[in-house]
């Protein structure tokens, strides 16, 4: 078992910063890749950015490409998303999640992902 704890959501204004934590715990060790998702009541649920434990690749979402950035504490077991220049369509409920080694599924695809965190919510007013 892997359990996340994301913090670091709030009201901000727009075109402001967020800094967004995901504290993972127990098994970590299988932990392949982390990601972040959003939400929004009455959507599906969106891909927002991935990060690869060992090689520090990542990737994103056109949406936050050049505003947001992943990156993580090996030490810490941690993963962070910055988010600059932040827009009124940012405003969701972000969650982490991990993903081991070997799932077949795309990085942008929700099921492909073992463990979530509760979410943290960032409101951004226009």
């Known amino acids: 078992q892997v359990q996340l704890v994301e913090s670091g959501g709030g009201l901000v204004q727009a075109g402001g910063s967020l800094r967004l934590s995901c504290a993972a715990s127990g098994r970590t060790f299988n932990s392949y890749a982390m990601g972040w998702f959003r939400q929004v009541p009455g959507k599906e649920r969106e891909f927002v950015a991935v990060?690869?434990?060992?090689?520090?690749?990542?990737y994103y979402a056109d949406s936050v490409k050049g505003r947001f950035t992943i990156s993580g504490d090996n030490a810490k077991n941690t993963v962070f998303l910055q988010m600059n220049s932040l827009k009124p369509e940012d405003e969701a409920l972000y969650y982490c999640?991990?993903?081991?080694?070997?799932?077949?599924?795309?990085?942008?695809?929700?099921?492909?992902?073992?463990?979530w965190g509760q979410g943290t919510q960032v409101t951004v007013a226009s």
């Open positions: 990060m690869m434990w060992s090689s520090r690749n990542t």
């Open positions: 999640a991990s993903r081991r080694f070997g799932v077949l599924s795309p990085v942008t695809e929700g099921a492909g992902y073992d463990y």
